[in-house]
T-cell receptor, first 110, second 119 residues
Framework: GQQVMQIPQYQHVQEGEDFTTYCNSSTTLSNIQWYKQRPGGHPVFLIQLVKSGEVKKQKRLTFQFGEAKKNSSLHITATQTTDVGTYFCAGNNAGNMLTFGGGTRLMVKP | NAGVTQTPKFQVLKTGQSMTLQCAQDMNHNSMYWYRQDPGMGLRLIYYSASEGTTDKGEVPNGYNVSRLNKREFSLRLESAAPSQTSVYFC??????????????????FGPGTRLTVL
């Protein structure tokens, strides 16, 4: 079945440093979604990518969908303490259920 | 709008006890979902309802049952709780009627979660 894997599982950064999490699928995806979950909170939708090679930006966050539509990345520039949380990717293609990756937990040291 | 609401927020059960987790959404969404979240394992789909009156199994349905009471409400029942069901449970909804399958409107809105401990 379809599998979605995320790396790294954990990341500690100093405030101001950049952060990247990677999402890889065993199959070609039709779309990829990214969610953020604050500690003790619930997942909140950030963005959806659907086109090969697509790049979208939200302030300091840059989301990219790979050319082959089998991987994606989320890059945060100059992390802040408000970026703390777990970032999940989720993807699917026709016939398969939306599958979530295991998440990357970001910790930011002030 | 409250979005997606869940009750209770916390629950402790003994092995063998039963309980129902309640979920409601006020966004007129067609699809609703139940997930469990365990450390390091992301979100795993238990059951979903692609539209009012339908329910289907997700990735990890064993030990659970669901009811789509109406368009707003989707409940999850544990008939005989086991320690392996200790987890955080999230209900979610999305606008499209395709459930977790490809849809133009499948952004999911999550409830605040229920933290369940089974002793």
């Amino acid at each position: 079945g379809q599998q979605v894997m995320q790396i790294p599982q954990y990341q500690h950064v100093q405030e101001g440093e950049d952060f990247t999490t990677y999402c890889n699928s065993s199959t070609t995806l039709s779309n990829i979604q990214w969610y953020k979950q604050r500690p003790g909170g619930h997942p909140v939708f950030l963005i959806q990518l659907v086109k090969s090679g697509e790049v979208k930006k939200q302030k300091r966050l840059t989301f990219q969908f790979g050319e082959a539509k089998k991987n994606s990345s989320l890059h945060i520039t100059a992390t802040q303490t408000t970026d703390v949380g777990t970032y999940f990717c989720a993807g699917n293609n026709a016939g398969n259920m939306l599958t979530f990756g295991g998440g990357t937990r970001l910790m930011v040291k002030p | 709008n409250a979005g997606v609401t869940q009750t209770p927020k916390f629950q402790v059960l003994k092995t063998g006890q039963s309980m129902t987790l309640q979920c409601a959404q006020d966004m007129n969404h067609n699809s609703m979902y139940w997930y469990r979240q365990d450390p390091g394992m992301g979100l795993r789909l238990i059951y979903y309802s692609a539209s009012e009156g339908t329910t289907d199994k997700g990735e990890v349905p064993n030990g659970y049952n669901v009811s789509r009471l109406n368009k707003r409400e989707f409940s999850l029942r544990l008939e005989s709780a086991a320690p392996s069901q200790t987890s955080v449970y999230f209900c979610a909804s999305s606008e499209g009627a395709g459930g977790p399958f490809l849809s133009s409107y499948n952004e999911q809105f999550f409830g605040p979660g229920t933290r369940l401990t089974v002793l």
